[in-house]
């Protein structure tokens, strides 16, 4: 089977014509998918990863964009200059994708058991009963509880995973040689992420039919692909086998994808980021000069030294929750709260409800509980972890903190004050001081104004400065601050890339000389290599400014990168704390067990392990034919 290739792509060039000139989003590339394998496709975002799917796909919008050379080849058949009834005709029925957000990819309006039966009646020309059955065994074999009820479901009724799980069973509804799997776990928890991987690595078995996996992720990859492709601006750098990648990475862009993301075992104070590895210098025609750059013995050591140590709670308040206060040196690395400090955050058995309404008049008859009786202390200076899967509560008690979610009972104190009684020029102060920073900076930011605008009226409500040149300056040091430029205060949002748009969040948090910042999935939607980048300002911000943090997640290893004490929240609850390192090490909690091991692990080990695994599976398939 992995001797016959099914996807052939030689010399593709798909060009974007734009005000600034042509861009050359995907550059003479040559990629080629053997029949039952998984090919992984590597790259940050600008990387001509997607463009390269939708080349394949054919849904390039028209007047933008031109495959200006190359070819594509399913089986044989040219896709470049296939007429477009006949590609119409192989889309969904022998090469079928998942798009990275299932929630703008399913039709609201309509019900998920109806998207799924019209492309099975559109191309296997079966009656709408039949279709139906299909689809509910489709729902059963990607793993939708209550398939027979699910059928019904709006988009908006059904969780991320359940929506993804639909997205595959769509792709999958006319059994397809050829799946294109585009970031289709980026936004998912880790435990729904592990679920989705060990799905399509069981289809992928199954069925016999090949994969094209596109991520950011090494990490990702190291769990279900067989071989890797990773691109850099358009072009190819580095490919070959998962294990041979991983274990002797030749280009520099390469191993500084797999050296920034945070990993569990790391004892580095700062991140590696793709710079360190690289310098990209773009030349007049488009493409890039790339030069490698040596990460010294040295300059490990001081990824592992340079910036703050942890600082965790009282031993007194240690010695309640049983960790082994006694053993606790104080170091560099870690320090303890003094005795008798009081905390600058203080919850006490807070609850968030919400009420269902049902029946003709809605009245009342249960609420969801989203926060259910939560204790939390956290002191200047430190960064508390709020982990958890989606639903969980987290960012419903961030939300709370800032007086964006109303409490149903509980007491939350701020330095000592009561917030919950606050109101209006109180109530402001108090938001000046604590500032929260969204998941997504695109759909937080304002698009119709510039940063300058943003910055400038923030400070404007909150009465900080006198004149509007004083306000201005001040807007420009937060960007050279945040590792933009100055001049960047006349653009727009939509003309900055994701990393940016967030820096420029965490440019408006501190614009009102917050001291107290909940980030809320602050960098779960951000490449690993810009993931980095935000991690390490905002850790640089910390021991500048002496900020404080909530750092909500649901991504075990980034919380443990960056924050000091950890929370585990499941169903509304507080089901483990500590310091984040002792939670890592020695959970006490199955939950948090299942969050742990649900983190993509790419260790060689293991990789050479799930290499032989596939080895067999191969060669029984082969066997059976």
Do not use: W
């Not at 993804?164 to 970031?183: G, K, N, S, Y």
């Not at 990993?263 to 793709?274: G, N």
């Not at 991504?555 to 000091?564: G, I, R």
């Amino acid at each position: 089977m992995a001797d016959t290739a099914v996807l052939e792509i030689k010399g593709l060039k798909t060009y974007f014509d734009s005000p600034d000139g042509v861009v050359k989003a995907v550059d003479d590339l040559t990629l080629t998918l053997n029949a039952g394998e998984t090919m992984g496709l590597v790259g940050e975002s600008g990387s001509g990863k997607s463009v390269t799917s939708l080349s394949v796909m054919r849904l390039l919008p028209d007047r933008a964009a031109t495959i200006a050379g190359g070819s594509i080849s399913y089986l044989g058949r040219d896709l470049v200059r296939l007429p477009e009834r006949e590609m119409r005709n192989l889309r969904g029925s022998d090469i079928s994708m998942i798009f990275q957000e299932p929630g703008t990819s399913l039709n609201p309006v309509f019900r998920v058991g109806v998207q799924v039966t019209e492309g099975i009646q559109r191309h296997l020309k079966v009656s709408f009963a039949e279709a139906k059955r299909r689809t509910i065994d489709l729902f059963n074999e990607v793993g939708i509880p209550e398939p027979e009820r699910r059928f019904h479901s709006y988009p908006h009724e059904m969780s991320g995973g359940q929506k993804q799980r639909v997205m595959i069973a769509l792709a999958l509804a006319c059994d397809p040689e050829i799946l294109i799997a585009d970031e289709p776990t980026t936004a998912l928890d880790v435990t729904i992420q592990r679920q989705i991987l060990d799905l399509l690595r069981d289809l992928r078995d199954q069925r016999g039919m090949s994969i094209l996996f596109i991520t950011h992720d090494l990490g990702v990859i190291g769990e279900i692909a067989d071989d890797v492709a990773v691109m850099f601006r358009g072009r190819l750098v580095e490919h070959g086998p998962v294990e041979e990648i991983f274990a002797n990475p030749k280009h520099p862009y390469t191993k500084g994808l797999l050296a920034c993301r945070p990993k569990l075992e790391s004892t580095f104070r700062r991140l590696p980021t793709v710079s360190d590895f690289m310098d990209a210098q773009k030349l007049p025609d488009g493409s890039y000069e790339v030069q490698e750059k040596q990460l010294s013995a040295e300059a490990i050591k001081q990824l592992s030294m340079t910036g703050r140590g942890r600082l965790i709670h009282p031993k007194s308040e240690l010695q309640k929750i049983g960790h082994p206060f006694s053993e606790i040196k104080e170091d560099a690395d870690l320090k303890t709260v003094p005795e008798g400090r009081r905390p600058i955050l203080k919850i006490e058995d807070l609850k968030v409800y919400y009420p269902i309404r049902t029946g003709v008049f809605r009245r009342v008859t249960d609420h969801v509980k989203a926060v259910d009786g939560i204790d939390l202390k956290v002191y200047q200076g430190q960064t508390l972890g709020l982990v958890g899967e989606s639903g969980c509560g987290k960012t419903t008690t961030g939300r709370a903190i800032v007086r964006l979610a109303e409490m149903t009972a509980g007491k939350i104190q701020y330095e000592g004050i009561d917030i919950t009684s606050l109101r209006g020029e109180d109530l402001k102060k108090y938001r000046s001081n604590v500032q929260i920073i969204f998941q997504d900076p695109y759909s937080s930011l304002n698009p119709r104004m510039t940063v300058e605008g943003m910055l400038v009226e923030a400070m404007m409500i909150h009465g900080i400065l006198g004149r509007r040149s004083e306000r201005r300056d001040r807007a420009a040091h937060l960007l050279e601050e945040v590792g933009l430029e100055a001049g960047h205060l006349r653009r727009y949002p939509h003309e900055f890339s994701g990393g940016q748009r967030q820096r420029i969040s965490i440019a408006r948090a501190l614009a009102v000389k917050s001291e107290f910042i909940i980030c809320d999935e602050s960098v779960s939607a951000l490449d690993v290599s810009v993931q980095a980048q935000v991690l390490n300002l905002l850790k640089d911000l910390q021991e500048e400014h002496g900020l404080t943090y909530v750092f909500i997640s649901h991504d075990l290893s980034v919380v443990k990168f960056m924050s000091d004490m950890m929370a585990v929240m499941n169903a509304g609850k507080i089901v483990e704390f500590g310091p984040s390192e002792s939670i890592y090490e020695n959970p006490q909690e199955e939950y948090t067990k299942r969050l742990i091991s649900s983190i993509p692990n790419d260790s060689l080990e293991l990789i050479r392990e799930r290499v032989a695994r596939r080895e067999q599976t191969r060669s029984k398939q082969k066997s059976s034919k």
